[in-house]
């Protein structure tokens, strides 16, 4: 079946309403859950959409509407629903974290679903990663580099994700995912504030790749 699959565009055709001062940081899609199927004749009429998220200072989406309907209500409800999961980095004011009110426009792309059986590695600053990624391009087992990393580390993990459908990612991070064969791991990619090195494990071969 096709889904839809929504593109964030760049946050430099956006708008920004910050409820107390114009952040320094603005906030960045972390993670999201694909939107449900939507009518066939989308395909050829590609509606403009526009949401405007109102981002809390954790990141959390604390609401969502549509600026322009789509004229499906049962789908735009649903749609939001999803929306609610969605993450962001907090918007940033000096060293406070602050909530703000983002009007995103969004693509609406016709995709397959895309699995893949995965880990990640999740180092809480660039040096860490670095060393990570180091270690292993020389060869070191992906499971046991927390354990070979410095105190620098502390805070990092190495979790196995399992079969995930990668279009939860933003479109940076499934461009990295999409060519990786099996055992292969990425470069370190910034996720909010943190740094992910994922690597793609043996398994079920999935479509869509």
């Known amino acids: 079946m096709k889904v839809l699959l929504v593109v964030v565009l760049s946050f ?83 060293q406070d974290s602050v909530p703000v009110w983002i009007r995103v426009p969004v693509n609406v792309i016709f995709t397959d679903t895309k699995m893949l059986n995965l880990s990640e590695l999740v180092c809480v600053n660039k040096t860490c990663a670095d060393s990570a ?38 479109e940076e991070v499934q461009r990295e995912l999409a060519r990786l064969e099996e055992d292969g791991f990425t470069k370190p990619i910034r996720i909010g504030s943190s740094f992910v090195i994922f690597k793609r494990m043996r398994g079920k071969q999935v479509s869509g790749l």
């Not at 694909?34 to 998220?53: G, N, Q």
């Not at 020389?138 to 046991?144: D, I, L, Q, V, W």
């Open 12 to 94: 430099a055709g956006c708008a920004f309403f910050s409820e107390t001062q114009q952040p320094d940081t603005m906030p960045q899609l972390v993670y999201r859950t694909p939107l449900p199927a939507v009518p066939a004749d989308w395909a050829t009429t590609r509606p403009k959409i526009e949401v405007l998220f109102h981002i809390s200072k954790t990141g959390a989406v604390e609401g969502a509407h549509f600026i322009n309907p789509t004229g499906d209500d049962n789908w735009e409800s649903r749609a939001l629903t999803e929306m609610m999961q969605w993450r962001y980095s907090p918007a940033r004011f000096g």
């Open 133 to 170: 990624y180091l270690l292993l391009l020389a060869g070191h087992p992906f499971e046991s580099i927390v354990q070979e990393l410095p105190s620098v580390s502390t805070g990092t993990y190495e979790k196995r994700i399992g079969e995930t459908d990668i279009r939860i990612f933003t």
